[in-house]
């Protein structure tokens, strides 16, 4: 007994050596040591009575974010269906992991900030003496000295917290709290110049002429940006001057507001009710850059007179505030356009501030927020740091706006790029810290050899930010004329943007469309393609194309035709913009086909209208026709095709489809054309031969074969010209599995098709057939297609095909013999094949197909001139097809394209291909 106590014992020694080590395991937060201490001096430990203000950051699935924001931003016009807060918090369970952070938190002597408990909120505030907070970090706390005498408290290593606690916690705030680090990016007038009486323009400034003042009036900016074309109405009539919208403004300072009072008096606008937030204890006086604060909601009246609200969050000038600002910001969720004039160099900010500025920036985006932040006055070397751009400008969920010079007239403005020389100009450059945002295409859109392949280029877009040619006026410090009321810079642009921004939101609710939301996939949609003929960039945007932002030893960078990394795709002009924001829709032309007929799925096929642009919406409408059941619908992107699954088998449905506009659900196709009545699922026939004539139709024939039960031949609408008599048979006698553009394997399961009189469908038509597992052993299903025997080279020619369940379908504009056969992948894309090539649509070609590949290579296709076209992965036979459309869904030009293809092991191949129209 005594040798089984003793192993007892021993054992719960050993468990409690475990539990200990457990509870003692930790995890390291990376990239939370403040740059600056590097140039600081240091002074000596923290107190450890001395409080410290911390913020906890939440983590979140990132992947589950990806994908939200997908979902979310896949109807480019359409009723976004954005999250709430709460929906937030709920998607993401912040529920559970903020009440893990505060239990951590109450649990290591901390206080948690129970004023500021905002369940949506990816913070939580708490704080506590420097010893507690050292050791639940794992840190000591130090003071030291910048060279400008301020003093601030920071650490030299890494903070840890438990393992277990890592997947709800990315990053600890207030750690190091280093003060007046964000820049606001307004600059003044060349020394010399001043302000004077309002209309009369000091002779120094020179540049712009025509406007009413000492600066840009309202009425200048709306003349210059507007032209001639006024703002187009809202639904109903409605004039757009912000009415029911809220924007809201991040600021590090304070205001007076009798300045703002003064600015709508000598313009005549409306009295804006201004709501004033204050975050971490900030006390909301006017301070040393009130001028920032002025000018941004100044700028925003200019624009939006009659915005609901300006909501003015403010918070004391440190990256951590600024993070809690933020977070506070995005769980109001009370404006739909933010805008941000301040900022620091990427190098300066590190890596768990800019992670979480990112992360709060995504939950405003999923909430429908559009946030425009000034990409800084300091051209290439911002802040004396040269060659890069600011935080959090450079985020790649905000949209960065750059600054540019007026000249000429205010009637005819002459625009080109901000650099007064001397580190005064608009910022733009390449981010060191983000990867290429997916809406900035890998090929290269911008002036050759600046703009990078590999990460965030910024600005976005531009607009008038020259302090000495074009200011804006603005009242400051109790005065319009003395003082320093002229005012330039990229916090001029930012906030313009923001107001302008409110107008478009203002239009889409009146048709209820909801929020303009994260705006550069729109942006740069609208840049690379236009949305349709009325919308194309040259209408939407003023393309800068003179001037650059080089200072110091940079040499970089300079305006081009269309993007470019110093003003991006330029400054708006206003009334395209607008209604090019919800554009019109025009009603799809018929036939609505089925082309494709499953178990329990339809595939419709359509045209997009006349005059609709490749992004337009669509509404399908559908309903179970012998139950009588309701209607039910889905919004799509695509402008040619969508498939409607779930479907009950053997039941008939039918179909309509209308597209999406600014001028709302335009009438679906006519019944008579558009009317689809069509089984989920196609009965067995005993018919094997039916006359076909324009209006198409369906053919089917049951084999009787245990192991090949079904062949199913659908003809649209207009496929043929003339009546045509279809016969559809089992195949006989296959030929070999002989193929000169891949390996092949038959499976003895085929389709024969007989025409009368023997001629070939002028449109595309879908074939399928089924197959019973038991017929298929040694063969891999997932690497099935369909084949179609070419009688003239002998040989088998692999179709792009799908898989659904025991069936194959594949679309052809040629009938002949078919057959069931498994494609091999190839281990190398050097072995490519491409049929045909080139791809003539007017000899009835409709994809060039690409075989002989690994299965999942990617294909990646330019114009000579480096213009991405399309991306293509291939299937797991080592297919893809391209149907000669580009990104866009717009047909690609007739010519030569490069085809750039790598398979999984990084092998890479390049080859050219060509079109014919």
Known sequence: ???????????????????????????????????????????????????????????????????????????????????????????????????????????????VDDADDLPSSLVVKAHGPASAVENTFGVQLNHYRLPNGKVYHAHETEPTIPVGLAEHMSAVHGLSNVPDLLQPNYHLPASGVSAQAVGARPSALGGMTGDAGAGMSPADIKNVYYGASSLPKGNGGVTLDGTGQTVALFELDGYNA???????????????????????????????????????????????????????????NSLSDGVDLYARIASDNLASVLSVSWGLNEPAVGASIMNSENTIFQQMAAQGMTVYIAAGDGGSNPQSVLDTVLDPGAQPYVTSVGGTSLAGSVGAPVETVWNNGGGVGGGGGVSSQWPLPSYQPAAGIGVGGEYSTTHRNVPDVALNADPNSSPYNICVGGSCTTGTPLVGGTSAAAPLWAGFTALINQFRHTFGAGNFGFANPIFYSMGQAGFAPTYTYAKLFNDITVGNNKEGASTLYNAGAGYDNVSGWGSFRASTMVAASYPPAFAPTGPLTAYQVFSSSVALLWSNGNGNGPLTDYRIDYWDYSQGASTTSVITTTTTFYTVTGLIPNDTYFFSVGALGSNGLVPPIPANVAGLLVSAVTNPAVAVSNPIGSGGGTLTFNTGNPNNTLITLSIPPGAFTSPVTVSLAAAGTLPGATSAVGTLTGTGFGAQVNLVPNIEPTGIVSMSLTYQPGGVTGLDPSKFILARYDPASSNWVPLTSSRSGTTVAAYTSHLSLFQIMQSVPSSSVKSVKIFPNPLRPALGHTAMTFINLPANARLRIYTMSGVEVQDLNADATGMASWNGNNLRGMPAASGIYYVFAQDAGNTKTTFKVAIER
């Open 1 to 111: 007994m005594l040798v089984l106590r003793r192993s007892i014992g021993l054992l719960v020694l050993l468990g409690l050596c475990a539990t200990e080590a457990v509870a003692q395991s930790r995890s390291a937060l990376t990239g939370h040591i403040a740059p600056q201490i590097k140039t600081s001096t240091k002074l000596g430990r923290v107190p450890a009575d001395e409080q410290v203000g911390l913020g906890l950051m939440v983590k979140v699935d990132q992947d589950l974010l990806d994908r939200t924001l997908k979902e979310i931003y896949s109807t480019p016009f359409g009723p976004r269906h954005y999250l709430t807060p709460a929906q937030f918090a709920q998607k993401f369970g912040l529920a559970d992991k903020r009440q893990r952070l505060k239990d951590f938190a109450r649990g290591s002597g901390l206080t």
């Open 258 to 316: 009798s300045d703002i009072a003064l600015y709508e008096a000598l313009y005549g606008l409306p009295n804006v009710p201004l709501t004033n937030v204050l975050v971490d204890g900030y006390s909301g006086a006017a301070g040393g850059n009130t001028v920032e604060v002025c000018l941004d909601i100044e700028m925003v009246m200019a624009l939006a007179p009659k915005v609901s609200s300006i909501i003015v969050y403010e918070a004391p």
